[in-house]
């Protein structure tokens, strides 16, 4: 008997969707590997200000955080570039391919070219601030890819899927590659010269990246795919009037950006190292335990991630957001209550207790990662249904937008860790992993590594509540938005003709 084949999404709803070839979406997404890449070597850049420039410790954290403030003001003023300007063969290689000559140039001329030449503070932070512009070029251009390449729901989720394998892997490479290759070479001692070979060889691999990158889109990076819904598209301008307009009337975009930094709050919080000293050193009793269980969770995390592309394929971002958290929130209960019930010092004397505990751990990072696969689909889906709502198509300024809320939010982190950690007796020294164990540090600790996650997720459960981009009314989004397009191109010989 005959197999009867399955149906396509456009074949299930009725509509004509735009879909990317599976090599177009992992190629295109090599921009976040390339990205992942420099963000390995601004991990290194407290190193090089102080034996390259000079500069205290102290006053480098601080740059390095007051630059974030001009990151934040830069991201929606280049999205409002980007979404205003066309070009005959499209905008995204242009800005993608700048972008990242911008951000190398920078990047050479701090850990190459003017290292350890006498250039201070000054130089240093004028050089960073071209490079903050530069990164912002691509990181923006990169992730409107996406949306531009499918709008098919149930392949839309696996562009995160191939974004999340690079933001996950590509930085754990780097990272080895520095420590283990170039470290030993240069006596382990963090050098001008080693930070100048590691910055060359990460420089040259990101171009490989970013070749590909824009091979991969160079078939979707069309003007044509770029266009407003409107009567004059060639016309058609992006003003701050349109992003006001976003944030201020797009409901669904306004619940995505509550559910996205209360997450990312958590998140950042729970990734600082003094956390983490507190959870693996001190309470567990094993510093080192917190990075290896990073590596090990990497691979059932992205199985969690092809199974939640899945997942969200056929039930839509909001279903898989809400399942996904829901699961997330109960597994971080279960788990906070099992730290509570037991004595933590005595998990890893245990099997049991340890098979119990890295059970549910590793369960609770792979359900997380299926809220982030939701979360990049979910964005994709307000970018079309702004197009529905006000005729404009602006993934750049909404990609912006939300990452301005990303790093506020991720600035506040560190404060938010260190404050609480002074609330419990750390006001002078930082805590170390030889610490003795204390109810308060118990107590505070599970209420940052679990307690301020399950927050988050609470805030997300009830921004979802009134979130309407269902799969049934993305599958209207979209068919609106095809016959408008249709009733457009209609048009366009009419309107030609004298």
């Given at each position: 008997m005959a197999r009867t084949p399955k149906q396509t999404a456009s074949e299930a709803d009725g509509v004509t969707y735009r879909r990317a070839r599976t090599w177009e979406i992992a190629f295109s997404q090599m921009n976040n590997g390339s990205a992942m890449i420099f963000y390995t070597l601004v991990g290194l850049m407290s190193y090089l200000q102080n034996a390259g420039y000079g500069i205290a410790v102290a006053v480098a954290g601080v740059i390095l955080t007051v630059t974030r403030v001009f990151d934040g003001v830069i991201d929606p003023v280049l999205a409002?570039?980007?979404?205003?300007?066309?070009?005959?063969?499209?905008?995204?290689?242009?800005?993608?391919?700048?972008?990242?000559?911008?951000?190398?140039?920078?990047?050479?001329?701090?850990?190459?070219?003017?290292?350890?030449?006498?250039?201070?503070?000054?130089?240093?932070?004028?050089?960073?601030?071209?490079?903050?512009?530069?990164?912002?070029?691509?990181?923006?251009?990169?992730?409107?890819?996406?949306?531009?390449?499918?709008?098919?729901?149930?392949?839309?989720?696996?562009?995160?899927?191939?974004?999340?394998?690079?933001?996950?892997?590509?930085?754990?490479?780097?990272?080895?590659?520095?420590?283990?290759?170039?470290?030993?070479?240069?006596?382990?001692?963090?050098?001008?010269?080693?930070?100048?070979?590691?910055?060359?060889?990460?420089?040259?691999?990101?171009?490989?990246?970013?070749?590909?990158?824009?091979?991969?889109?160079?078939?979707?990076?069309?003007?044509?795919?770029?266009?407003?819904?409107?009567?004059?598209?060639?016309?058609?301008?992006?003003?701050?009037?349109?992003?006001?307009?976003?944030?201020a009337h797009n409901g669904p975009f306004q619940r995505y950006l509550i559910s996205g930094a209360s997450d990312k709050l958590a998140q950042v919080v729970r990734s600082q190292a003094v956390i983490a000293t507190l959870m693996w050193g001190i309470l567990l009793g094993n510093m080192q335990l917190g990075s290896v269980l990073s590596m090990v969770a990497i691979l059932p995390g992205i199985v969690f991630a092809i199974f939640g592309a899945r997942y969200n394929g056929k039930h839509g971002s909001k279903a898989a957001t809400v399942t996904w958290t829901w699961i997330c929130l109960v597994l971080a209960a279960l788990l906070?209550?099992?730290?509570?019930?037991?004595?933590?010092?005595?998990?890893?004397?245990?099997?049991?207790?340890?098979?119990?505990?890295?059970?549910?751990?590793?369960?609770?990072?792979?359900?997380s990662m299926v809220v982030t696969v939701a979360s990049g689909a979910m964005r994709a889906d307000i970018i079309d249904y702004e197009l529905d709502r006000s005729g404009k198509y602006l993934p750049a300024t909404v990609t912006a937008t939300y990452n301005v809320v990303d790093q506020v939010i991720s600035?506040?982190?560190?404060?938010?860790?260190?404050?609480?950690?002074?609330?419990?007796?750390?006001?002078?020294?930082?805590?170390?992993?030889?610490?003795?164990?204390?109810?308060?540090?118990?107590?505070?600790?599970?209420?940052?590594?679990?307690?301020?996650?399950?927050?988050?997720?609470?805030?997300?459960?009830?921004?979802?509540?009134?979130?309407?981009?269902?799969?049934?009314?993305?599958?209207?989004?979209?068919?609106?938005?095809?016959?408008?397009?249709?009733?457009?191109?209609?048009?366009?010989?009419?309107?030609?003709?004298?």
């Open positions: 409002l570039i980007i979404d205003k300007v066309t070009f005959p063969f499209g905008k995204l290689r242009f800005f993608m391919l700048g972008g990242w000559l911008v951000r190398s140039l920078a990047i050479l001329l701090l850990f190459v070219w003017a290292s350890d030449t006498g250039l201070g503070a000054g130089f240093f932070v004028a050089v960073y601030v071209v490079y903050i512009v530069g990164s912002s070029m691509n990181d923006i251009a990169g992730q409107m890819s996406g949306p531009v390449l499918t709008n098919d729901p149930r392949q839309r989720p696996t562009v995160q899927v191939w974004a999340t394998v690079y933001s996950y892997f590509v930085p754990a490479i780097f990272s080895i590659v520095s420590t283990v290759v170039f470290l030993p070479r240069h006596g382990n001692q963090f050098t001008v010269e080693m930070l100048s070979e590691t910055a060359v060889t990460y420089v040259a691999c990101s171009f490989v990246f970013q070749v590909l990158a824009c091979v991969g889109v160079s078939r979707i990076d069309r003007p044509e795919n770029f266009a407003h819904l409107s009567d004059e598209r060639a016309k058609a301008d992006v003003s701050v009037r349109d992003m006001w307009n976003l944030l906070t209550m099992f730290c509570l019930m037991v004595d933590m010092g005595s998990i890893l004397g245990s099997l049991p207790l340890a098979i119990v505990f890295f059970a549910v751990y590793l369960l609770l990072n792979g359900a600035s506040l982190g560190a404060t938010l860790a260190l404050g609480a950690v002074a609330l419990i007796g750390f006001t002078s020294v930082m805590p170390q992993p030889t610490d003795a164990p204390t109810t308060p540090i118990l107590l505070m600790t599970l209420l940052l590594f679990f307690g301020l996650p399950i927050l988050g997720w609470v805030c997300t459960l009830l921004a979802m509540r009134g979130y309407r981009l269902t799969r049934t009314e993305m599958i209207e989004v979209q068919r609106r938005v095809a016959d408008r397009k249709a009733a457009l191109q209609a048009a366009e010989p009419a309107t030609a003709t004298p």
